[in-house]
T-cell receptor, first 114, second 117 residues
């Protein structure tokens, strides 16, 4: 069953603006990850936040996690045209005692206009 | 290049054909995965291999048959597929770790775009 749901499904902004994408999930997690996919290609890992963390930064990316609301957000600051891509959240369930099995949401299509 | 290589990049096959998708990684990872990405649907986990043993098979039809001969190679053998199997098939690899160590992401290949005619 689908674990993560991203919101919005599509987002169009101007270069230099910030982009915020949200993700909600249903079950307990070990960690939550964000990935980026350029059209029809593989996914690239962006950032991982563990269930005991509330916020994490990596370059222009900021991720927050609220386990009480089972939600996360990805903020991309000072966006660039090259940030145009689909962004997916993925959850690694806490029910697994070993290894991981990522469950992905449907993604947010971000378009950054020059 | 991500370190995970998938071949071929594109594949068109008839419903009676047999073909194989190949995935190769040289990242020292010991877990490999097959995902299916169809239009308008979330990525679907198909198979998980840890230390060359299949640890998960998510109710995938038997016309998909995975093979993991060693920790660096993963295959997906295809046989008598249906048009609805047309999709992007993604391979990924990662470290296989206990829950308290799981703070690494997956590395994905570029995928094989499969069209069944």
């Amino acid at each position: 069953s689908q674990q993560g749901e991203e919101d919005p499904q599509a987002l169009s902004i101007q270069e230099g603006e910030n982009a915020t994408m949200n993700c909600s999930y249903k079950t307990s997690i070990n960690n939550l990850q964000w990935y980026r996919q350029n059209s029809g290609r593989g996914l690239v890992h962006l950032i991982l936040i563990r269930s005991n963390e509330r916020e994490k930064h990596s370059g222009r990316l900021r991720v927050t996690l609220d386990t009480s609301k089972k939600s996360s957000s990805l903020l991309i600051t000072a966006s660039r045209a090259a940030d145009t891509a689909s962004y997916f959240c993925a959850t690694d369930g806490s029910g697994e005692t070993s290894g991981s099995r990522l469950t992905f949401g449907e993604g947010t299509q971000l378009t950054v206009n020059p | 290049e991500t370190g995970v290589t998938q071949t071929p990049r594109h594949l068109v096959m008839g419903m009676t054909n047999k073909k194989s998708l190949k995935c190769e990684q040289h990242l020292g990872h010991n877990a490999m995965y097959w995902y299916k990405q169809s239009a308008k649907k979330p990525l679907e986990l198909m198979f998980v291999y840890s230390l060359e043993e299949r640890v998960e098979n998510n109710s995938v039809p038997s016309r998909f048959s995975p093979e993991c001969p060693n920790s660096s190679h993963l295959f997906l053998h295809l046989h008598t597929l249906q048009p609805e199997d047309s999709a992007l098939y993604l391979c990924a690899s990662s470290r296989w770790l206990d829950s308290y160590q799981r703070d690494y992401g997956y590395t994905f290949g570029s995928g094989t775009r499969l069209t069944v005619v």
